[in-house]
């Protein structure tokens, strides 16, 4: 096999590198190859990176799939937002106003009291930013320090031809003197132009820029991009080197830029805001309230096993901000990608606060998240993090921070009755029985970019006086704190000795824990931190089973890493199911329904075999997409007929054939993706139902209204009851179906079955059985993309349920029907699709997609589903097992046909990337042989790579990185504001199609 070397002609040519850039024959046996050489790390597909596009994965102009649409560019929440100065808009003009009327002058840094530092004479001198945009023109009068410009893209200028690049600058480090000054204007300015004029850009390209900014020791960086797939291993793992070494990376949590519709739906962050090592940003208006384009948590990374951790970080400004035109004088723009460069800018001048002879011993990313969280002024609303940035308190912090650090917790008060900042744990008191409460924080370490946890967290009770004693606390935390952050997470529980409180009540304490680092340069002992935090909790009498339900997150199987298609088809700008369908994510208007009316809501997190039957009136399976095990099903089967466990099942659509015409050519890897399901895994949910004589169909039932009992439902895109048992109240009536030969619903002339309900076994019976519920849809619970909600459906149905409440319209004797009721013969009930491996996603089958939970019990189930013998308590090493295999272990590709959707003829990879590292050890060096056709062939089987022990490419990642082949789409994008941009680049990138494959190849760390 033979292969060929791509030169990359930019800056960081200049130093040494930990990646290269090849073309490969069109085939895996090549990768292969390429991976089994000896220090090669890993093999990775180079993905173009766009942010002018409204969707992660959005298909390229001209190769659309019928069902696609473009996104209305008028919608002014989704977009990001200009006004110049003078403009008449109505609606922009009275959010102007509001910002005069908070405070604002001339600029978002006089709006946030930069001027109270600069009369100190701290105006970011000294201090090195680097701008990952489009550039700066070399002469623009707003700024006075550029010091170097560099390209990194294919376009042969330096300058901006779109002016993203200069607003983002202006807002960091504008003049003094100019008409909207920015926040450090003595700052030195470093433009990295990542970015093509049609926004277009490479992973290798960013790579490329990243190790220059290391290099060259920058203190600030500023990256207004970003996407959803967190499992992007050469990014995230960059990142985190970029932290380790002590750059100060701010990064948006993103508006709808990324995929569509981030903000004002919840599980939205996008990565790398969402790791522990960045500082995201989200996006206020000058009222202080959350912008409704910023995304908004928690983080998905953890689920299904663990919890979330909060984001943002903090917020700042975001809407209507200032900044320097491309030609002089200002204009406002809106967007996260604009309250980024506002943290950027008031970082910058903060770490300018501290005296130059200990500025770079005390700066680093958690001294400065440090400052800034403890100084954030809150409100209750909990999507604002820590809150909006204080820079006079923080500026305060620094100047007294100590030289050799110190470590801390994020939140640093873990008041888990103070609603509605602490939602949704505020809402919910701890009982005995109950799935353990957890909660995931953020520990911060100021000492190092290493570090470990010294003495374990313990909890210890506040007073005598307060029920603390019938808490079981447990902790799991990184073995690792690296770079510069970790997790502690709690595990809670009441014990046995709460079981018979008569009153509810409350329990305080503290978490405590001792943080330790290497010695800094000069120092023999290691830096060692005590951190203590106080936490308190609501304690309540155990509910009524009636009262309890569990929410199935287990089943649930989302992007990345496969394509999981959206629930609602008519979403057509947001195809993606990545929001986590979590209860206080996506659900979470459901969540708050349940707790208004009464209802107790717990998650289990691990298969139907980790819980006890008996403490609950139903159990939730909402959207499942996740195979069911046969315990799993044997378990179900005797917890509803022996146990009185009842079973409300929310389905989504199932058809092959339209799963088959949602394929689409991804521009960004030039292949073509298919869903590995529909919106709900219906095969898998009609094996677990075919116990009870139910099964779901192929039909998709979309329409408006569809009256069943008293309620009025909106049917999205829901699936068809196919099998009832005998006795069963279903539903039949007219409803409009969709197909994949009409993009549109249309009535038929058939009758279709929307909804069953059935009483399990004899209801007079001594040991009573459950009951069942069917519904084909869960739209009405999603807040994401919902038509309209039907939480009063949702309690009619738990009243049948878990009251055997007959009086609700469910189940009316004319619904009620003596035999099984069946569609036609002629008529198959769905199956699994052909050519798509869904095993290699299935935690359940034994896949390892990156974001799989447990197929045994852990920690976050009850004691007695515990492993015989297990105690956990001390769970660091399960936590730790669970994140090394789950983030960066090998992982199955994305189901995709590599197709060119033009002319189906076999397509490749136009660019891609491969990791290399020092698997053979010593000097590694290039050997290349000429050819006739003047390319540089390098035989596979030579080592390659110049390295040096001397170059600082950053701290490694260690043994818990491991060399795999991984070939998942990414896009990080910020949205143009025009929808012009977006054509432009995406039929650019078609145009570029190669017939080769590029490959990247990164050296072992």
Same mark, same amino acid.
């Given at each position: ?8 002609d ?36 180079e ?55 908070? !405070? ?7 709006a ?56 983002v ?8 003197d100019a ?8 700052a ?17 390209w ?16 500023n990256?207004s ?7 992007d ?11 380790a ?9 993103l508006?709808?830029?990324?995929i ?35 995304? %908004?948590?928690?983080?998905t990374?953890?689920l299904?096993?663990g ?26 723009l ?6 980024? $460069? ?30 800034l969280?403890?100084?954030a ?35 640093g ?29 953020t ?34 935390h ?35 824990f ?46 990345? $890493? ?19 369908d ?15 009316? !009464? ?15 008996s ?17 799993e099903?044997?378990k ?43 919106g ?43 099998r009832? $048992?005998?006795?069963a ?15 549109? $619903? ?62 609700t319209g ?47 019990? !852990? ?17 660091s ?8 295999s789950?983030?960066?272990? !090998?992982r ?7 197709k060119?959707?033009?002319d ?6 136009p ?18 042989t000429?050819?006739?056709d ?36 990414? %896009? ?16 650019g ?6 017939a080769?494959?590029?490959r ?6």
């Amino acid at each position: 096999m033979r292969w060929r070397w791509i030169d990359r002609d930019n800056a960081a040519m200049r130093y040494p590198t930990d990646f290269a850039l090849v073309k490969l024959p069109p085939s895996s046996s090549s990768v292969d190859v390429i991976a089994s050489i000896a220090g090669v790390k890993d093999v990775h597909a180079e993905q173009i990176l766009t942010r002018s596009l409204a969707l992660t994965t959005r298909p390229t102009i001209g190769m659309e799939p019928p069902w696609f649409e473009g996104r209305d560019d008028d919608d002014d929440d989704d977009e990001e937002e200009e006004v110049e100065f003078g403009s008449n808009a109505t609606a922009r003009r009275r959010r102007l106003q509001a910002r005069a009327a908070a !405070g604002a002058r001339r600029s978002v840094a006089e709006a946030l009291d930069a001027e109270k530092l600069w009369k100190r004479g701290h105006t970011g001198e000294g201090v090195r930013v680097a701008i990952f945009d489009t550039g700066v023109d070399a002469n623009h009068a707003h700024f006075k320090n550029v010091k170097e410009r560099t390209n990194w893209t294919h376009e042969k200028t330096l300058s901006d031809g779109l002016g993203h690049g200069t607003f983002v600058a202006g807002v960091v480090a504008a003049a003094a003197d100019a008409q909207c000054p920015g926040f450090a204007p003595d700052a030195e300015i470093h433009t990295f132009r990542v970015f093509t004029n049609d926004q277009v850009s490479y992973t290798s390209w960013f790579l490329d820029a990243f190790n220059y900014a290391i290099a060259t020791e920058m203190h600030v960086l500023n990256l207004s991009i970003g996407g959803p797939d967190y499992l992007d291993r050469p990014f995230v793992e960059k990142v985190g080197e970029i932290t380790a070494n002590g750059i100060l990376l701010v990064r948006r949590v993103l508006n709808r830029s990324a995929i569509g519709n981030d903000g004002p739906l919840w599980g939205t962050l996008n990565n790398p805001a969402d790791q522990m090592d960045v500082l995201g940003v989200g996006g206020i208006d000058y009222n202080d309230k959350i912008a409704s384009f910023s995304s %908004r948590g928690m983080s998905t990374w953890e689920l299904p096993n663990g919890y979330g951790r909060v984001k943002p970080d903090v917020v700042a400004y975001g809407r209507d901000v200032s900044g320097s035109k491309i030609n002089g004088g200002c204009r406002s723009l809106s967007g996260t990608s604009v309250a980024s $460069p506002v943290v950027a800018g008031a970082v910058t001048l903060l770490a300018s606060v501290v005296p130059k002879e200990r500025r770079w011993d005390v700066l680093n990313p958690a001294s400065m998240k440090q400052a800034l969280t403890e100084t954030a002024s809150h409100t209750n609303d909990p999507v604002l993090g820590a809150g909006k940035i204080d820079l006079e308190n923080a500026g305060r912090i620094l100047s007294s921070y100590p030289t050799k650090g110190r470590a801390s917790l994020v939140p640093g008060t873990l008041d888990f009755t103070d609603c509605p900042y602490m939602w949704p744990h505020c809402t919910q008191p701890l009982y005995h029985g109950a799935m353990p409460f957890m909660f995931n924080a953020t520990i911060v370490n100021g000492m190092g970019a290493v570090g470990w946890i010294e003495k374990p967290p313990t909890f210890t009770r506040a007073s005598d006086d307060d029920l603390s004693e019938h808490l079981d606390v447990r902790f799991a935390h990184s073995e690792t704190l690296w770079p510069w952050t970790g997790f502690i997470a709690m595990y809670v529980r009441v014990k046995a000795s709460g079981k018979e409180l008569a009153s509810p009540g409350i329990a305080r304490g503290t978490i405590a824990f001792t943080v330790a680092s290497p010695p800094g340069a000069g120092e023999r002992e290691v830096r060692t931190s005590d951190v203590a935090v106080p936490v308190t909790f609501h304690i309540a009498p155990t509910p009524p089973r009636e009262r309890r339900l569990l929410w199935s997150q287990y089943h649930s199987v989302r992007y990345p $890493p496969g394509y999981v298609p959206r629930d609602n088809l008519d979403a057509k700008a947001d195809i993606l199911d990545w929001h986590g369908d979590h209860p206080h994510t996506n659900f979470h208007a459901t969540y708050d329904w349940l707790r208004n009316n !009464g209802y107790f809501l717990e998650v289990l997190g691990s298969p139907l075999t980790c819980f006890d039957a008996s403490q609950y009136g139903a159990i939730l399976l909402v959207d499942p997409e996740e195979e069911f095990s046969e315990e799993e099903i044997s378990k179900l089967t005797t917890d509803v007929n022996e146990n009185g466990l009842s079973v409300a099942v929310f389905g989504e659509w199932y058809n092959v054939p339209i799963m088959e015409k949602m394929k689409f050519f991804d521009d960004n890897t030039h292949n073509t993706w298919t869903p590995i399901t529909g919106g709900a895994n219906v095969p898998a949910l009609n094996d677990l139902l075919k116990p009870f004589g139910y099964a779901f169909g192929d039909r998709v039932l979309q329409q408006a209204v569809v009256p069943i009992g008293g309620s009025r439902l909106n049917v999205q895109a829901g699936a068809n009851v196919a099998r009832a $048992p005998a006795g069963a109240w279903t539903h039949v009536g007219d409803v409009s179906e969709r197909d994949a030969r009409h993009e549109k $619903p249309r009535r038929t002339n058939r009758k279709s079955a929307v909804a069953s309900f059935f009483q399990v076994g004899d209801p007079n019976a001594t040991a009573k059985s459950g009951r069942l519920a069917l519904f084909g849809d869960s739209g009405c619970l999603d807040s994401s993309h919902q038509g309209a909600p039907c939480h009063d459906f949702l309690g009619s149905i738990l009243r049948f349920l878990t009251e055997n409440d007959r009086s609700t319209g469910l189940t009316d004797a004319n619904t009620k029907r003596g035999e099984a009721y069946a569609t036609p013969a002629d008529e198959p009930l769905p199956s699994r699709r052909v050519g798509v491996d869904f095993d290699a996603y299935s935690t359940t089958r034994g896949g390892k997609p990156g974001n799989e939970g447990s197929t045994t019990c !852990g920690p976050n189930d009850p004691m007695e589903f515990w492993p015989a013998g297990e105690t956990f308590e001390s769970v660091s090493a399960w936590s730790s097992k669970r994140a090394t295999s789950g983030r960066f272990s !090998g992982r199955t590709p994305p189901a995709r046909t590599v197709k060119d959707a033009r002319d189906d003829s076999p397509a490749e990879v136009p660019r891609a990337l491969i990791r290399a590292g020092g698997g053979g050890g010593g000097d590694v060096r290039v050997r290349a042989t000429r050819d006739d056709d003047d390319d540089d062939d390098v035989d596979a089987s030579a080592p390659f790579f110049s390295s040096s022990p001397d170059a600082k490419l950053g701290v490694p990642l260690g043994a818990a990185i491991v060399a795999s082949l991984l070939m998942i789409a990414r %896009r990080r994008r910020r949205r143009g504001k025009r929808a012009g941009d977006a054509r432009r680049s995406v039929q650019g990138v078609a145009v570029g199609a190669s017939a080769t494959t590029e490959r990247l190849l990164r050296r072992k760390m």
